[in-house]
T-cell receptor, first 113, second 114 residues
Framework: SQQGEEDPQALSIQEGENATMNCSYK?????LQWYRQNSGRGLVHLIL?????REKHSGRLRVTLDTSKKSSSLLITASRAADTASYFC?????????????FGQGTRLTINP | KAGVTQTPRYLIKTRGQQVTLSCSPI?????VSWYQQTPGQGLQFLFE???????NKGNFPGRFSGRQFSNSRSEMNVSTLELGDSALYLC?????????????FGQGTRLTVV
C-alpha cells in the first residue's frame, strides 16, 4: 500500500519557471527521499532529508520537510526540458530504515520549451 | 564507482513459466531490496536481503522469492507467471549505515507476461 499521496499528479510548466511538488505521508518516518524517473526507467536518487531536518538544498533542488504536517515539498528552480520526468517521494521508518521504502504515486512533470 | 546493475533489461514470458532476474549492487553495499512498479499499484516493496538473509518481506504471494549470494548479488524469481506480474522490477542497494542511508536503484527489468 502507498504511504501517502503526491500533489499534483501532473504538472506542466514553461522552461525557466519553478516547479513545486508536494508529498504527504501517513506514519512517522526516519528519512524522506526524492527520486526522479524518466519514461519508466530506473529511479535516480535526488536528495535525502532526515526527520530532524527542515530544509535541504542540492543544486537547483530545494526540499522541505514538515513532520508536524507529515508533508514534504520538492522545488525545482529554473526548470529545463531535461527535468521532464516523474518525481517520487519515498519514506522509511525507524523500524526498517532505508531497506524498506514506501513510495507515493508520483508527480508527472512536463517542461515545455 | 559502478551503479546498480540489473539484468536482463527486458523479458517476455508466457503465463505459467518462471523467471529469474538478477541484480548486482553498488560495491560495498550489502543490502539489496526489490520493488515492483505497475501503473495501477505504483511502486511496491517486495523483499530485502542482507548478508544472504531475507530481512524484510512485502505483501506478495509465495510465487515471488529471492536470494542473495556471498558477493551481495541478488536474484529474484517469480514462478507460475500470471498476466498481472507484468511490471517493471527495480532493485535497490543501500550501504545500510544504520537508519541513515540512501537507496540507489538500477535501471530495472521490464517483464511482460503474455
Amino acid at each position: 500500500s502507498q504511504q501517502g499521496e503526491e500533489d499534483p499528479q501532473a504538472l506542466s510548466i514553461q522552461e525557466g519557471e519553478n516547479a513545486t511538488m508536494n508529498c504527504s505521508y501517513k506514519t512517522s518516518i526516519n528519512n524522506l527521499q526524492w527520486y526522479r524517473q524518466n519514461s519508466g526507467r530506473g529511479l535516480v536518487h535526488l536528495i535525502l532529508i532526515r526527520s530532524n531536518e527542515r530544509e535541504k538544498h542540492s543544486g537547483r533542488l530545494r526540499v522541505t520537510l514538515d513532520t508536524s504536517k507529515k508533508s514534504s515539498s520538492l522545488l525545482i528552480t529554473a526548470s529545463r526540458a531535461a527535468d521532464t520526468a516523474s518525481y517520487f517521494c519515498a519514506t522509511d521508518s525507524f523500524r526498517f530504515g532505508a531497506q524498506k521504502l514506501v513510495f507515493g504515486q508520483g508527480t508527472r512533470l512536463t517542461i515545455n520549451p | 564507482k559502478a551503479g546498480v546493475t540489473q539484468t536482463p533489461r527486458y523479458l517476455i514470458k508466457t503465463r505459467g513459466q518462471q523467471v529469474t532476474l538478477s541484480c548486482s549492487p553498488i560495491s560495498g553495499h550489502r543490502s539489496v531490496s526489490w520493488y515492483q512498479q505497475t501503473p495501477g499499484q505504483g511502486l511496491q516493496f517486495l523483499f530485502e536481503y542482507f548478508s544472504e538473509t531475507q530481512r524484510n518481506k512485502g505483501n506478495f504471494p509465495g510465487r515471488f522469492s529471492g536470494r542473495q549470494f556471498s558477493n551481495s548479488r541478488s536474484e529474484m524469481n517469480v514462478s507460475t507467471l500470471e498476466l498481472g506480474d507484468s511490471a517493471l522490477y527495480l532493485c535497490a542497494s543501500s550501504a545500510d549505515r544504520g537508519l541513515i542511508a540512501e537507496a540507489f536503484f538500477g535501471q530495472g527489468t521490464r517483464l511482460t507476461v503474455v
